[in-house]
């Protein structure tokens, strides 16, 4: 039953996105059209058969069985319906064919701009309503490095002091694990180690492995002071009180609380803890719960760390909001262009619809609406930036065709455009295939 109801769950989380995003980039098209004068003939929410709608004026407004898109069908416009029968007569003046090229551009590329305007305005009114919570550099003491982490893989040590990327200095450690910084060619990290300042270059072949397996995590910045004790625990009986830090484990130094953990729970008996109260050095031993490998202490929390909250102003959170969708999207294209080139794993970091579920209600579970709303902001931009990829079928490829006619003052043939369409259906076909066999390997081990 936990099983349905988990699947039921995602299923509704990724449908809410799903229909967002593709109301908004369809709405985009359709309000485009009617601007110009041209006949809408269906505003559709996903594919046929149609199983739901009511028409209004010209327009079928429905809702199709296939919930995977959705489409605005223009009347004299050859799309992926492949409907013909209109080149047989003269244009009319409320047909997409009879406006000028200039308007035809904007109705095509309508779509991609609304969906670009939905994450502006998403991280806007989050950062207006939210404020921003940030790490600042200067406020952590270092980094622990676990031995089979892929930080140390690249080079990192325990007590390096991350302060910049890409050769420029961060104020805050969100800088640090950008969408930007991340897909950007030749990453690096300047730390200071032992007083020196130190560039750690990250090979691409780490770029699929920062994507599955994490990287630089806040958890890693935590020092080794106990947040709260509950009673009843080993810790508790022990003496250990809230804001305690322990420094030591059978005479080993521990500054961080990672470290802390991989002791407790690789230890066999008893552990003698150097424990810090204010001015005060004492000890303590505990043995862990043979069951659990806790103590009984809980980690300290972001505000431990110095943690703060930005609020923004109204225009500053414009500013954020566009920040934002650059940052994004810059990070999106650059991350696209290392697929293509062969630096990351088409197969490990191309999903499709089970994938992209997966994360929305991940993303839900862990930060509730503003997961929700993070990554439909960032679907919101992928999507614009899918459909702006001059292929055939998608908005891309119908903007070419309208550069081309608009540069040769001559509109490709009706032959042309046809097997253009077709091949971009078949394209954009044997692309689902892909992603769907590639999403079921990748969640159900098939």
Request: net charge negative; with cysteine; charged share 20%.
């Given at each position: 039953m936990d099983w349905f109801l988990n699947l039921l769950n995602t299923i509704l989380i990724f449908g809410g996105a799903l229909m967002i995003l593709v109301?908004?980039?369809?709405?985009?098209?359709?309000?485009?059209?009617?601007?110009?004068?041209?006949?809408?003939?269906?505003?559709?929410?996903?594919?046929?058969?149609?199983?739901?709608?009511?028409?209004?004026?010209?327009?079928?407004?429905?809702?199709?069985?296939?919930?995977?898109?959705?489409?605005?069908?223009?009347?004299?416009?050859?799309?992926?319906?492949?409907?013909?029968?209109?080149?047989?007569?003269?244009?009319?003046?409320?047909?997409?064919?009879?406006?000028?090229?200039?308007?035809r551009i904007i109705t095509i590329t309508a779509g991609v701009i609304f969906n670009m305007i939905l994450a502006f305005f998403i991280y806007f009114g989050m950062t207006y309503s939210n404020g921003k919570a940030v790490l600042p550099i200067e406020e952590t003491q270092g980094i622990y490095v676990p031995e089979a982490s892929i930080l140390n893989e690249i080079g990192f040590q325990t007590g390096d002091k991350i302060v910049g990327v890409n050769g420029e200095r961060v104020t805050y450690f969100n800088e640090l694990i950008s969408a930007s910084q991340l897909t950007s060619n030749d990453l690096n990290y300047t730390v200071i180690r032992n007083g020196n300042e130190v560039l750690v270059p990250v090979s691409p072949n780490y770029l699929d492995s920062l994507q599955t397996r994490g990287f630089i995590e806040r958890e890693y910045f935590y020092p080794s002071q106990v947040s709260s004790v509950p009673a009843g625990n080993?810790?508790?009986?022990?003496?250990?009180?809230?804001?305690d830090v322990i420094v030591s484990a059978n005479g080993d130094s521990?500054?961080?609380?990672?470290?802390?953990?991989?002791?407790?729970?690789?230890?066999?008996?008893?552990?003698?803890?150097?424990?810090?109260?204010?001015?005060?050095?004492?000890?303590?031993?505990?043995?862990?719960?043979?069951?659990?490998?806790?103590?009984?202490?809980?980690?300290?929390?972001?505000?431990?760390?110095?943690?703060?909250?930005?609020?923004?102003?109204?225009?500053?959170?414009?500013?954020?909001?566009?920040?934002?969708?650059?940052?994004?999207?810059?990070?999106?294209?650059?991350?696209?262009?290392?697929?293509?080139?062969?630096?990351?794993?088409?197969?490990?970091?191309?999903?499709g619809p089970i994938a992209i579920a997966n994360i929305t209600r991940d993303a839900t579970d862990q930060a509730?609406?503003?997961?929700?709303?993070?990554?439909?902001?960032?679907?919101?931009?992928?999507?614009?930036?899918?459909?702006?990829?001059?292929?055939?079928?998608?908005?891309?490829?119908?903007?070419?065709?309208?550069?081309?006619?608009?540069?040769?003052?001559?509109?490709?043939?009706?032959?042309?455009?046809?097997v253009a369409q077709q091949i971009g259906f078949f394209l954009m076909i044997g692309l689902f295939i892909f992603v769907m066999f590639n999403d079921a390997f990748r969640y159900f081990g098939l």
């Open positions: 109301f908004v980039h369809e709405l985009g098209h359709f309000l485009a059209a009617k601007f110009f004068g041209m006949r809408v003939e269906r505003f559709s929410i996903g594919f046929p058969p149609r199983i739901w709608g009511f028409q209004k004026g010209d327009t079928d407004y429905c809702i199709g069985a296939t919930p995977l898109g959705g489409y605005v069908k223009i009347s004299g416009m050859i799309d992926e319906s492949m409907d013909t029968e209109h080149l047989e007569k003269e244009p009319e003046e409320w047909e997409y064919r009879s406006k000028p090229v200039w308007q080993p810790a508790a009986e022990a003496g250990l009180e809230a804001g521990v500054s961080y609380w990672v470290e802390l953990v991989e002791i407790i729970q690789t230890s066999e008996g008893a552990i003698n803890f150097g424990v810090m109260r204010e001015d005060s050095l004492f000890y303590a031993s505990i043995t862990p719960d043979p069951d659990t490998k806790t103590i009984g202490i809980v980690s300290p929390s972001m505000q431990t760390l110095g943690v703060e909250l930005i609020e923004y102003g109204f225009f500053e959170s414009l500013q954020e909001g566009y920040n934002q969708t650059a940052e994004q999207t810059v990070g999106i294209l650059q991350g696209f262009t290392r697929m293509i080139t062969g630096d990351i794993s088409v197969t490990q970091n191309l999903g509730g609406w503003i997961g929700f709303w993070n990554i439909t902001a960032l679907l919101s931009i992928t999507l614009a930036i899918l459909n702006i990829l001059p292929i055939p079928v998608l908005d891309g490829g119908h903007l070419v065709f309208l550069l081309y006619e608009g540069i040769t003052r001559r509109e490709p043939s009706e032959k042309v455009r046809m």
